[in-house]
């Protein structure tokens, strides 16, 4: 029962490099998304997909990409690491109906200096 | 625009005492709203949403549509209690768009 699974957990960058988190998920759910977390603000929307091949934007999607080639795999891309994006990232995932539970991975926290 | 407020960063609480965490939302349709807990060193789950009308670890939470809010609420505070908790809204037929409050922290003091 792995749920959703995060990669890697920690991660230090340098300014303007590049990389990309992992999020895989098993249980056949729909919906994926990534989030930030930051002091003082709780949770922020950066990307989420729908269903393999479909993809969104959320509050904060500047600096970041994603796709979603499978149902399981839904990976961020940081395409030149900012300091700003210092964070914890998190992913979740969650099938269909307004009312159901978003299950989260266990984060990766991200430096980038 | 929907938003999530709630108001206090920061809550202590004797053991044995009620708790209550504030939550206020907007939002011009019928939301769906829930809270979601963080203990430390785990990861974020769902610690009950307002449609299911249950009550976990001792907790409830109403929603009051007329007050825009969705509370929640124990009784006797225990010490396992401690940890960060989020109010979370979402707005449509699906919970890949939550938006967050900015969570309250909750220490209960022996």
């Known amino acids: 029962n792995a749920g959703v699974t995060q990669t890697p957990k920690f991660q230090v960058l340098k300014t303007g490099q590049s990389m990309t988190l992992q999020c895989a998920q098993d249980?056949?759910?729909?919906?994926m998304s990534w989030y930030r977390q930051d002091p003082g603000m709780g949770l922020r929307l950066i990307h989420y997909?729908?269903?393999?091949?479909?993809?969104d934007q959320g509050e904060v999607p500047n600096g970041y990409n994603v796709s979603r080639s499978t149902t399981e795999d839904f990976p961020l891309r940081l395409l030149s690491a900012a300091p700003s994006q210092t964070s914890v990232y998190f992913c979740?995932?969650?099938?269909?109906?307004?009312?159901?539970?978003?299950?989260f991975g266990q984060g990766t926290r991200l430096t980038v200096v | 625009a929907q938003r999530v407020t709630q108001p206090e960063k920061l809550l202590s609480v004797f053991k044995g005492a009620p708790v209550e965490l504030k939550c206020n939302y907007s939002?011009?349709?019928?939301?769906?709203l829930f809270w979601y807990v963080q203990y430390s060193r785990q990861r974020l789950q769902l610690l009950l949403r307002?449609?299911s009308r249950e009550s976990i670890k001792g907790f409830t939470a109403d929603l009051n549509k007329g007050e825009t809010s969705f509370h929640l609420k124990k009784p006797f505070a225990q010490e396992e209690d401690s940890a960060m908790y989020y109010c979370?809204?979402?707005?449509?037929?699906?919970?890949?768009?939550?938006?967050f409050g900015t969570g309250t922290r909750l220490t209960i003091i022996p």
């Open positions: 307002h449609i």
């Open positions: 249980m056949n759910h729909e919906y």
């Open positions: 997909s729908v269903g393999a091949g479909i993809t």
């Open positions: 939002y011009s349709g019928s939301p769906e």
């Open positions: 979740a995932s969650s099938t269909t109906g307004g009312d159901t539970e978003a299950f």
């Open positions: 979370a809204l979402s707005s449509n037929f699906g919970n890949e768009k939550l938006t």
